[in-house]
């Protein structure tokens, strides 16, 4: 019987705990970054065959059977209740404040297209601030998708404009 997504994560956060490491240990170990670990533990990201040895040498305690179901494509989902914690309703409501001026910036620097959630680096970090306060620096590192024109003759269509377009080129 397979278990549920959230008795995985359970057991996947438990063996983390238990070994004292940070998100930031565990990515310098594997050679990925925090978020991406966080991410792998919580079953939102597939480990990859050729990382899963990095892992198990960072978590010990991983047994064959929990590599093999984070090696299984996860179900990415969030809990709608999630919004609810200060930190990730402040990360959104950042986001939100932000965004319309981050497109505009992304599209003057870039043209018409959004970055990739899917080609994507995120990473958390702390640094002091100028008044030596700690700050949480977020890195989204995306590629740059843009939105492409769609034409009748792209990926063979069929429409009565397609052909048309063939019956004229045959005409020429």
């Not at 590629?143 to 003759?153: A, D, G, N, V």
Request: proline share 4%; hydrophobic share 35%; glycine share 6%.
């Amino acid at each position: 019987m397979e278990e549920s997504k959230s008795t995985v994560v359970s057991r996947l956060t438990s063996v983390k705990h238990r070994s004292g490491k940070s998100y930031g240990q565990i990515a310098e170990e594997t050679g990925l970054t925090n978020v991406y670990v966080a991410q792998l533990l919580r079953r939102q990201a597939h480990l990859k065959a050729d990382t899963a040895p990095k892992l198990q040498a960072a978590l010990p305690e991983l047994t064959d059977e929990l590599l093999q179901e984070m090696m299984k494509p996860p179900l990415r989902s969030y809990d709608p209740h999630l919004i609810q914690d200060p930190t990730v309703y402040r990360l959104n409501e950042a986001v939100m404040h932000f965004g319309e001026s981050i497109k505009e910036i992304i599209n003057e620097e870039f043209g018409d297209g959004i970055m990739s959630a899917i080609d994507f680096y995120c990473s958390v970090d702390k640094v002091k601030g100028v008044d030596g306060k700690d700050r949480v620096v977020l890195t989204f590192d995306g590629k740059y998708l843009p939105h492409t024109e769609q034409k009748i003759r792209a990926y063979g269509f069929k429409a009565k404009a397609a052909v048309k377009l063939k019956e004229e080129e045959h005409t020429e």
